[in-house]
């Protein structure tokens, strides 16, 4: 099967959602969180912690040096107008593995996009894993995603997003919707990685299509930046088998993997995810709230 998302197929797809007058208008979610850390006697510590709105960040005890950060949306999930923010900063040195308390829910508009817009920077010798749980597209649902990443030389960053369709075990379809992921990648000052993924309004049909997705119901992305990225391409192909692919870069002084992978359902994607991101991940455990 040809792995899909080629540049010709990320073409803008809207998909009309009518607004209702403004008295009917519900209240809408905003929520946005910094986190910044730095590391300090041998360990990676908080320096820096603000919660606004419906975004909270908590930090489980972990016995490693770096840090563990769960996000969390505490509206539950996102409608057409919320809005959520993340900024997050690893200093140098510092090591930082980033999560979302459970799969964040895109569901039916009654009006509107919402959108969720993150900030990732890695200082120089700074490790960064942004391993979100997978996100759940429901029918007509209006999802922006906006990514902007800065890895100092020298730091390395883990890239995951993934997308489940409706729940098949609970009969879900999704005919009609629009999610659009915008990415940029810079490496110190040079841009390495920009995409724009525009999936909708007809998604059934899209997806249906051979070329993009042979009726799959899952994807997913994940992006390295590090300079031993190329030894573990073989390896990570292995691992994705005939419904992904990876590509290896040399950028400067550091490296670019990427890889994609599509499945018929969640439980199968995420059966090729966990071993995939422990080969990318230096073989460090998933976090533990992936397991509940």
Same mark, same amino acid.
């Given at each position: 099967?040809?792995?899909?998302? &080629?540049?010709?197929?990320?073409?803008?797809?809207?998909?009309?959602?009518?607004?209702?007058?403004?008295?009917?208008? %519900?209240?809408?979610?905003?929520?946005?969180?910094?986190?910044?850390?730095?590391?300090?006697?041998?360990?990676?510590?908080?320096?820096?912690? &603000?919660?606004?709105?419906?975004?909270?960040?908590?930090?489980?005890?972990?016995?490693?040096?770096?840090?563990?950060?769960?996000?969390?949306?505490?509206?539950?999930?996102?409608?057409?107008?919320?809005?959520?923010?993340?900024?997050?900063?690893?200093?140098?040195?510092?090591?930082?593995? /980033?999560?979302?308390?459970?799969?964040?829910?895109? #569901?039916?508009?009654?009006?509107?996009?919402?959108?969720?817009?993150?900030?990732?920077?890695?200082?120089?010798?700074?490790?960064?894993?942004?391993? %979100?749980?997978?996100?759940?597209? #429901?029918?007509?649902?209006?999802?922006?995603?906006?990514?902007?990443?800065?890895?100092?030389?020298?730091?390395?960053?883990?890239?995951?997003?993934?997308?489940?369709?409706?729940?098949?075990?609970?009969?879900?379809?999704?005919?009609?919707?629009?999610?659009?992921?915008?990415?940029?990648?810079?490496?110190?000052?040079?841009?390495?990685?920009?995409?724009?993924?525009?999936?909708?309004?007809?998604?059934?049909?899209?997806?249906?299509?051979?070329?993009?997705?042979?009726?799959?119901?899952?994807?997913?992305?994940?992006?390295?930046?590090?300079?031993?990225?190329?030894?573990?391409?073989?390896?990570?192909?292995?691992?994705?088998?005939?419904?992904?692919?990876?590509?290896?870069?040399?950028?400067?002084?550091?490296?670019? @993997?990427?890889? &994609? /992978?599509?499945?018929?359902?969640? #439980?199968?994607?995420?059966?090729?995810?966990? %071993?995939?991101?422990? /080969? @990318?991940?230096?073989?460090?455990?998933?976090?533990?709230?992936?397991?509940?």
């Amino acid at each position: 099967m040809k792995l899909a998302f &080629r540049a010709s197929e990320m073409k803008h797809a809207h998909m009309t959602v009518q607004s209702p007058p403004a008295s009917l208008q %519900p209240q809408r979610v905003a929520g946005g969180g910094v986190l910044s850390v730095a590391l300090s006697h041998g360990r990676t510590r908080v320096a820096r912690l &603000r919660e606004e709105g419906a975004a909270r960040i908590r930090l489980p005890r972990n016995a490693g040096q770096g840090l563990e950060a769960v996000l969390i949306n505490t509206a539950g999930g996102l409608t057409g107008g919320d809005r959520l923010r993340w900024d997050i900063e690893a200093a140098a040195g510092a090591g930082l593995t /980033l999560t979302t308390q459970a799969c964040e829910r895109a #569901y039916r508009s009654a009006g509107g996009h919402s959108a969720v817009n993150t900030n990732l920077l890695v200082g120089n010798g700074a490790s960064v894993a942004w391993l %979100p749980q997978e996100t759940i597209l #429901y029918d007509r649902s209006a999802l922006s995603r906006r990514l902007d990443i800065r890895v100092e030389p020298g730091g390395r960053a883990l890239i995951l997003e993934a997308v489940i369709l409706g729940r098949q075990a609970h009969g879900e379809t999704v005919e009609l919707a629009a999610f659009r992921d915008s990415w940029r990648v810079h490496h110190g000052s040079r841009l390495v990685h920009a995409e724009e993924f525009a999936l909708g309004p007809h998604v059934a049909a899209q997806m249906a299509r051979p070329v993009f997705g042979n009726s799959a119901r899952a994807f997913a992305t994940m992006l390295l930046i590090s300079d031993g990225g190329g030894r573990l391409l073989e390896p990570l192909r292995e691992v994705l088998g005939p419904l992904g692919g990876a590509s290896c870069w040399q950028i400067g002084q550091s490296g670019k @993997l990427l890889a &994609r /992978l599509v499945a018929q359902d969640g #439980y199968a994607l995420r059966a090729r995810l966990v %071993p995939a991101l422990q /080969l @990318l991940n230096e073989q460090a455990p998933l976090p533990k709230i992936w397991s509940l």
